[in-house]
């Protein structure tokens, strides 16, 4: 299956048996149902990472004005000011069962070109409060959390997934490299049953499952830029990618080139998101 139109796709999620994802350039959250599109929610700021708490509340993150919002349904509220911690673009999240979001920011000016240097991840608790992880990661992205509690971020500048375990705080602790690989570059991501992640990587236009060492183990080609990926459908099975033919809005936005390609896998999706 291929969904079209969209301008640039983000954050999939799936979720009470359908595929959530944001559109940059719609400004909107939308969901994909049977191959039906319904935009659940608009978000002016432009939204990007998705995750729901435990109350069933959904976070959104909103990127040009460095805010993470909660939905419930009606309404569309600030869970946390990011705008004090990060000084350019938020991105995307995953949220532990406790509801603890772990919210990924950009670190330098990338649209105007600027040098790419570390940041921090931004961990945002249940109730709102914002502290400070890790501060040497590079362009954090893409992230999920094993079954068994361990978080796993993507650092799209240095072609790496870095493992944390998590504190009884919510904590990112004891940092270590999960898989270093070569010519990576990892954006949105997944994971499967058997502990590997489904790898975005929009240079080179495909999706990468990697295993915990850096052995790729198997790659989707795609035509346009791969950006994000999510493993769903009744048996988690369906790999959902998506792609766009770039990230400026000049580019993309009101071009409704974006897409939603699906392939089906051996092996189903567990953990967050």
């Not at 595929?19 to 909107?28: I, V």
């Not at 705080?169 to 270093?180: L, Q, S, Y």
Request: some cysteine.
């Amino acid at each position: 299956m291929i969904h079209t139109g969209l301008d640039f796709g983000e954050g999939p999620r799936w979720q009470d048996g359908r595929l959530w994802f944001s559109d940059f350039f719609r400004h909107g959250v939308f969901t994909l149902d049977g191959g039906v599109e319904e935009r659940v929610l608009d978000v002016p700021g432009q939204p990007s990472g998705l995750g729901w708490l435990p109350d069933g509340r959904m976070l959104v993150v909103s990127m040009l004005d460095r805010r993470l919002l909660v939905w419930d349904g009606v309404r569309l509220e600030t869970h946390a000011d990011l705008s004090q911690v990060s000084e350019h673009e938020c991105n995307d999240l995953v949220v532990a069962a406790d509801g603890t979001a772990y919210v990924s920011s950009f670190g330098f000016d990338l649209n105007a070109g600027g040098e790419p240097r570390p940041t921090r991840i931004i961990v945002v608790a249940p109730g709102g409060e914002v502290r400070l992880g890790d501060d040497d990661v590079w362009f954090p992205n893409g992230s999920v959390i094993t079954p068994d509690g361990v978080l796993i971020v993507g650092e799209t500048f240095a072609s790496r997934y870095t493992a944390y375990d998590l504190d009884g705080t919510g904590m990112p602790v004891n940092r270590r490299i999960w898989a270093e690989v070569e010519g990576l570059t990892p954006d949105g991501c997944c994971l499967d049953a058997e502990g590997r992640i489904w790898s975005a990587d929009p240079v080179a236009k495909r999706v990468a499952l990697v295993a915990e060492g850096g052995r790729v183990l198997e790659e989707i080609p795609t035509e346009q830029s791969a950006v994000a990926c999510m493993l769903g459908g009744d048996d988690r099975r369906t790999l959902h990618i998506l792609t766009s033919k770039g990230t400026k809005p000049e580019r993309v936005a009101g071009a409704g080139t974006g897409r939603i390609e699906t392939v089906r896998v051996e092996v189903p999706g567990v953990g967050l998101p």
